[in-house]
């Protein structure tokens, strides 16, 4: 599954369906194969074939495990990432104040405008042309900024200067703040460790099956339990993975940026 697909997934909600689908057709292959084997050669449960599925199934089960903890630790880092940002965009314009009063509705403007569009920044994720024009309007506001503030700083008379000049620093971690958090949206995992996962998924669905055929026995409830949940769990660390794309987000603490904004 390349990104773009996955994108389109997300953000669509179809990728629960799909990843049910799949796992249904290939629990019902599986079903097929073990039949025909049983009834053409005879072929029935092993210890040794126990223990091989057993291992398929245990290499699935710590697949889950890494690419979840690792999703669910890149969302934490990027809520505090935003916290980060909105506070470092608060001390930054407070710092406004130590500005000469004819310069200080100039650089609040800026200010102003930066927060608004960085407040937008993300409603739109899944068309990535129109977000990386996005990020480039971004930075030409930070330019913005930092040149009146710059300007400001040393059209500041020398008796203030050592006060004022202290700004700048906090307008840059401002910047940096940013642009980590901006830069945390793009880590994620190897595509590999996807394909992983969803190969996985399937071949435990195909080996559920075929286990079933091979005894003459569905056992309906055992085998959608286990597809809905595989689904479920590939489908919530996905969330996790991007979380401006499905059903969990980051609202909550854009919604600080928002309440800076109206504070300003």
Do not use: C
Not at 20 to 42: C, N, Q
Not at 124 to 140: G, M, P, R, Y
Not at 145 to 152: E, R, S
Not at 222 to 232: D, H, K, R, Y
């Amino acid at each position: 599954m390349n990104e773009s697909m996955r994108i389109h997934l997300l953000a669509s909600g179809l990728l629960p369906w799909v990843l049910l689908f799949g796992m249904l057709v290939m629990g019902e292959i599986g079903w097929w194969v073990g039949r025909y084997f049983f009834v053409r050669h005879k072929v029935s449960r092993t210890a040794a074939s126990d223990t091989f599925v057993a291992a398929i199934f245990g290499m699935l089960a710590l697949l889950i495990a890494f690419t979840f903890s690792g999703a669910s630790d890149r969302y934490d880092k990027r809520r505090d990432l935003i916290v980060k940002e909105m506070s470092t965009i608060g001390t930054a314009y407070m710092s406004v104040d130590r500005l000469n009063k004819e310069d200080q509705p100039r650089i609040r403007e800026l200010f102003k405008s930066y927060l608004d569009h960085r407040i937008t920044l993300y409603q739109n994720v899944v068309d990535t042309d129109a977000l990386e024009k996005k990020f480039q309007a971004q930075s030409e506001l930070a330019n913005q900024l930092w040149q009146a503030a710059v300007k400001a700083v040393k059209e500041t008379g020398d008796s203030q200067k050592l006060l004022v000049v202290r700004m700048l620093p906090e307008i840059s971690n401002m910047f940096d703040a940013y642009d980590n958090q901006r830069l945390a949206m793009k880590f994620h995992p190897p595509p590999i460790v996807w394909q992983s996962l969803i190969f996985l998924a399937l071949i435990g669905s195909l080996l559920s099956g075929y286990g079933m055929g091979i005894e003459q026995k569905r056992d309906w409830l055992l085998n959608v339990v286990f597809i809905v949940l595989m689904a479920g769990a590939i489908y919530v660390i996905l969330n996790l993975e991007f979380p401006r794309l499905g059903n969990i987000n980051l609202d909550e603490f854009e919604q600080e940026l928002i309440a800076l904004r109206k504070s300003m």
